[in-house]
T-cell receptor, first 113, second 114 residues
Framework: KQEVTQIPAALSVPEGENLVLNCSFT??????LQWFRQDPGKGLTSLLL?????REQTSGRLNASLDKSSGRSTLYIAASQPGDSATYLC????????????FGTGTSLTVIP | GAGVSQSPRYKVAKRGQDVALRCDPI?????LFWYQQALGQGPEFLTY????????KSGLPSDRFFAERPEGSVSTLKIQRTQQEDSAVYLC????????????FGQGTRLTVV
């Protein structure tokens, strides 16, 4: 079974700082990887989807990279803002078979004004 | 609709009561997923539909859990004889096609069993 780990579990940074969130997965044979944001008491908002053939995706201040062979992805957030405070989850879709995303437990980010 | 819609947003059930949770996926989306999220945890897979066919129900925790999507659009997750351990947020997601497309999640239904 695919295991997904996110480090750190929690992160607190001052406003304006650049930061990196990490996601690692045990089986490198993935089809795609998706980063989500979850605000307290809310559902998941899709941030970026990276197909297995891609190395990175960018959206605004967000940049996600994927290194399949080492089983890692990073989410880079530039010039963090208090509105970025949320839990960030990564999820992988297995490559060969399977009908589900496997999620990490998330990184809880607090950006201090 | 513009996004995945789930109802109710909150549900309080007495232990032993049956509940039904509804999911309206994005129009035209073939794939539909149900996930369960315990407090402080990542979502855990429950079941998957491709159109009206339930192709995977391996994540359903017991035979008290039942899901359907009879016309390939709206889906209902039913939990019979609720137990306290069923308390969680139930998330529904849909995607345009199987596997390759971005998945979009609803706001979730928070179920509390008392």
């Amino acid at each position: 079974k695919q295991e997904v780990t996110q480090i750190p579990a929690a992160l607190s940074v001052p406003e304006g700082e650049n930061l990196v969130l990490n996601c690692s997965f045990t089986d490198s044979a993935i089809y795609n990887l998706q980063w989500f944001r979850q605000d307290p008491g809310k559902g998941l908002t899709s941030l970026l989807l990276i197909q297995s053939s891609q190395r990175e995706q960018t959206s605004g201040r967000l940049n996600a990279s994927l290194d399949k062979s080492s089983g890692r992805s990073t989410l880079y957030i530039a010039a963090s803002q208090p509105g970025d405070s949320a839990t960030y989850l990564c999820a992988v879709w297995p490559g060969v078979t399977g009908n589900q995303f496997y999620f990490g437990t998330g990184t809880s980010l607090t950006v201090i004004p | 609709g513009a996004g995945v819609s789930q109802s109710p947003r909150y549900k309080v059930a007495k232990r032993g009561q049956d509940v039904a949770l509804r999911c309206d996926p994005i129009s035209g989306h073939v794939s539909l997923f149900w996930y369960q999220q315990a407090l402080g945890q990542g979502p855990e897979f429950l079941t998957y539909f491709q159109n009206e066919a339930q192709l995977d129900k391996s994540g359903l925790p017991s035979d008290r859990f039942f899901a359907e999507r009879p016309e390939g659009s709206v889906s209902t997750l039913k939990i019979q004889r609720t137990q306290q351990e069923d308390s969680a947020v139930y998330l529904c997601a849909s995607s345009l096609v199987y596997r390759v497309a971005e998945a979009f999640f609803g706001q979730g239904t928070r179920l509390t069993v008392v």
